[in-house]
């Protein structure tokens, strides 16, 4: 008879690590290590310095339900429930999009431009869990906000984050088809975008584990541009004289989303890389705005 094997961290650690890469994920190693962390409720070197360490039988089996959904593709934020954005743990769902790394440039980006105007009324337009909207007011305690999704699901992990990371009295929520359901004669100094701008024909070739994000948060209609022509044709009613536009952008969609831009009256234009290289937003206003220098030197 053979002794039953002692599953000890590094043990189960190198077996998931082989399983996930079978599944070709593409962070096996990183992701058991994470998955391990949370059922221990540890950080990553506690792991390290206890590798001999068995696990017992009830962490075990939470770890290998983990697992399990992991292999099949599930985000890892969904199975960890929340997502760091910025400062703060964000709580995700399946109801949003889990926010990525791409977005914080936005948000820093905005939160600067935003510094030139008093006390900035923002509109963050599709605003999933929140991220952007949470983060800006966070950064800018003058500023108070209204957040839009066509979700209620959404909106309402947003309505928790607002409220856990202290911002809720200064956020409302509306849910709205973009403007539609916004108060008559409201008006916004700040209006940011994440919208769904993958085009449709390109879904399917997504990852694995972005097509388990809402379709509703990624589909940007036959050119991924459908969201900024409503948004930008809807602007200049809901944006002050001295306010700016913020968008995020998918790849290749830079030139067309300026040209929307200066097409709807916002002369004043900037495009902007992320970190890879990609062009990621944009930025826009009229000719005239106090901050135009501001705004232009955010090109590169
Ligand atoms: N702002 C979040 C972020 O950056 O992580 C989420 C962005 S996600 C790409 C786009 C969001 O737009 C989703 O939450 C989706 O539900 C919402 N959305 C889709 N269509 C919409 C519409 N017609 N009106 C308002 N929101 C919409
Ligand atoms: N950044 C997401 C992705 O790469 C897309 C989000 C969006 O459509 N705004 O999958």
Redesign the pocket.
Same mark, same amino acid.
């Given at each position: 008879m053979t002794a039953k094997p002692i599953w000890t961290i590094a043990r189960v650690l190198d077996w998931t690590k082989q399983y996930f890469a079978d599944k070709g994920l593409e962070n096996p190693r990183l992701d058991a290590e994470i998955l391990l962390c949370s059922v221990l409720n540890c950080q990553r070197i506690t792991l390290y310095v206890h590798f001999d360490q068995p696990l017992e039988e009830h962490e075990l089996a939470q770890y290998r339900g983990y697992v399990a959904r992991r292999a099949a593709q599930e985000p890892l934020a969904y199975i960890l429930g929340s997502r760091a954005f910025m400062k703060y743990d964000f709580k995700v769902t399946p109801d $949003?999009? /889990?926010?990525?790394p791409e977005?914080e440039l936005l948000v820093e980006c905005a939160a600067k431009l935003a510094g030139n105007i008093e006390k900035p009324e923002l509109l963050?337009?599709?605003?999933?869990?929140?991220?952007?909207i949470v983060s800006l007011l966070d950064m800018l305690p003058n500023a108070s906000g209204t957040a $839009?999704? /066509?979700?209620p699901g959404?909106l309402k992990v947003a309505q928790q984050n607002a409220e856990s990371i202290g911002v809720a009295q200064r956020l409302k929520f509306v849910r709205?088809?973009?403007y539609a359901n916004l108060l008559q004669g409201a008006k916004f100094d700040v209006i940011i975008?994440?919208?769904?701008?993958i085009p449709s024909a390109d879904i399917g070739t997504l990852a694995a584990d972005v097509k388990r994000e809402?379709r509703?948060?990624?589909d940007g209609g036959a050119d991924g541009l459908d969201?900024y022509r409503r948004i930008i044709a809807g602007a200049p009613k809901y944006l002050n004289d001295n306010g700016f536009m913020a968008f995020?952008i998918g790849i290749h969609q830079g030139a067309s989303v300026a040209d929307l831009c200066r097409q709807a009256g916002f002369g004043v234009v900037a495009v902007r890389h992320d970190y890879a290289g990609i062009e990621r937003m944009v930025f826009a206003a009229k000719e005239g705005i106090t901050y135009a220098d501001a705004l232009l030197e955010l090109a590169d």
């Open positions: $949003v999009l /889990v926010p990525r977005t963050d337009i599709g605003t999933g869990s929140g991220a952007i $839009v999704d /066509v979700s959404a709205s088809d973009l975008s994440n919208p769904p701008y809402p509703l948060a990624l969201f995020e």
